[in-house]
C-alpha cells in the first residue's frame, strides 16, 4: 500500500513539472491553428495573410511543438528525480526523449517511426529512477563515491535505460502498431459501428501516443481514398478527452487541486483546437481513474458520430473543422455527448473510490 502511495507522488512530481510544457505548447499551438485557414489536409498555415501574421504564427506554431517536444523528457526525468534524487535526472530525461521514437515499423507506404508517448515516458521514469536508487544503494570504495552521483551513475543509468528503450520496450511497440492497422484496415468490412468504437477508445487512450496515432492516422489516410466517414468519428473523439476532464474541473471545483483546476482550463482551450494531449496532466497523474472515462466518452462521440453520419474532409479534430465537417449539427452533439459521459464519468469513479477507500486522494 505504501508503494503505490509513493508511486502516485512520483507520478504527480513528474506531472506537476511537465504541466507548464503541456499548457505553453497546447495554447500556442491552439493560437497558431485556430487563425490559420482550413484546408484540404487540416489547417494551412501558407495561406494565412498577410505576410507578416503567417510568419509570426509558424514561429508561434513551432516554439508550441518545441514546448510538445520536451514535455516527454521533463515528465520522465521529474519522476525519476521524485524516486532517487537528482542522480535520475539524466536517464530520466534520456528515457523520456527516446519515447519520441522507440522504434521504426515498416509498411506499405514507407517506414514510420513509433512514439511511445506519455504512458512510455513514465515507464521510463520509473525505470530511470529505480536503476538509479539501485545504483546508489550499491556499496562503493570511499574514494569512488564522490564521482558516482556526477559521472557512474549518469552514464552507467543512460545507458541501461536507453538501452532499454531502444532494444527491448521499442520493437514491441513497434510490432503492436503495425498489427493495429492491419487489424483496422481488416474492421473496414465489419461493423462501422464498432470500428467508429474502437477508433475513439484508441484515440482517448493515450491520448497523442502511438495508439492514437495508429487510429488517427488510419482514418486520415482513408480521406485520400474519399472515404470520410472515418475521420468524422476520429474528429470527434479527438476533442473529447481535454473538453471532458475541463469540464470536470468547473463542475465540482472541491475535489480539484488548484493546479489541476488551472490545467483544467487550458485543456478546455486545447480541445476546442483538437489537441489531445491536453488531458495528459490529468491522465499521467490518476491514470487508472483517468483513462477509462475519457475512454468512454471518446467512445460515445465517435459512435454517435458514425451513426449520424458526420464525415471529416480534414485530418484534425475539435471544433476548428466544423468548416469542413459534414452534417455539423450532430457533430457538434457527439462532441457534447461525449463531453458530458467523460465529465460525468470522472465524478463518478472519484466518488466511488473516495467511499471505498477514505485515504485515496479524491
Not at 60 to 82: C, D, E, R, W
Not at 259 to 285: H, V, Y
Not at 294 to 305: E, L
Request: with cysteine.
Amino acid at each position: 500500500m505504501q508503494f503505490l502511495k509513493d508511486l502516485r507522488q512520483h507520478l504527480l512530481t513528474g506531472v506537476s513539472y511537465a504541466i507548464p510544457f503541456i499548457a505553453a505548447g497546447g495554447i500556442l499551438i491552439a493560437l497558431s491553428l485556430a487563425l490559420a485557414p482550413m484546408g484540404g489536409k487540416g489547417p494551412d498555415m501558407d495561406a494565412i495573410e498577410p505576410a507578416w501574421l503567417q510568419s509570426a504564427l509558424k514561429l508561434t506554431l513551432q516554439i508550441g511543438v518545441a514546448a510538445f517536444t520536451l514535455m516527454l523528457p521533463v515528465l520522465a526525468a521529474y519522476i525519476s528525480y521524485s524516486i532517487a534524487g537528482k542522480p535520475g535526472l539524466t536517464a530520466g530525461a534520456i528515457g523520456g526523449l527516446l519515447c519520441g521514437h522507440v522504434a521504426d515499423v515498416t509498411r506499405a507506404d514507407g517506414s514510420q517511426a513509433v512514439s511511445a508517448g506519455f504512458l512510455g515516458a513514465i515507464v521510463a521514469g520509473l525505470l530511470a529512477g529505480y536503476i538509479v536508487k539501485w545504483l546508489k544503494s550499491l556499496p562503493m570504495h570511499k574514494y569512488v563515491k564522490p564521482i558516482m552521483p556526477i559521472l557512474i551513475i549518469p552514464v552507467v543509468s543512460s545507458v541501461i535505460v536507453g538501452a532499454l528503450m531502444l532494444k527491448v520496450i521499442g520493437p514491441p511497440i513497434g510490432s503492436l502498431m503495425a498489427s493495429l492497422g492491419d487489424t483496422l484496415q481488416s474492421m473496414q468490412t465489419g461493423s462501422a459501428v464498432l470500428l467508429a468504437c474502437v477508433l475513439g477508445g484508441m484515440i482517448a487512450f493515450d491520448m497523442g501516443g502511438p495508439v492514437n496515432k495508429a487510429a488517427f492516422f488510419f482514418a486520415s489516410g482513408l480521406i485520400a481514398q474519399g472515404n470520410t466517414t472515418m475521420m468524422g468519428p476520429v474528429a470527434a473523439a479527438i476533442c473529447i478527452p481535454p473538453l471532458g476532464l475541463g469540464l470536470a474541473t468547473l463542475i465540482n471545483r472541491k475535489i480539484w487541486s488548484d493546479e489541476q483546476r488551472e490545467s483544467g482550463i487550458a485543456a478546455l482551450g486545447m480541445g476546442t483546437i483538437g489537441i489531445t494531449e491536453g488531458a495528459i496532466p490529468f491522465a499521467a497523474a490518476d491514470p487508472f481513474r483517468i483513462i477509462p472515462c475519457i475512454m468512454a466518452g471518446s467512445m460515445v462521440g465517435s459512435t454517435i458520430a458514425m451513426l449520424a453520419g458526420v464525415g471529416g474532409h480534414a485530418p484534425h479534430g475539435g471544433l476548428i473543422v466544423l468548416p469542413v465537417i459534414d452534417n455539423r449539427i450532430m457533430y457538434v452533439v457527439a462532441i457534447a455527448a461525449g463531453v458530458v459521459v467523460t465529465a460525468l464519468a470522472v465524478h463518478a469513479v472519484k466518488r466511488f473510490t473516495a467511499a471505498k477507500n477514505p485515504s485515496q486522494p479524491a
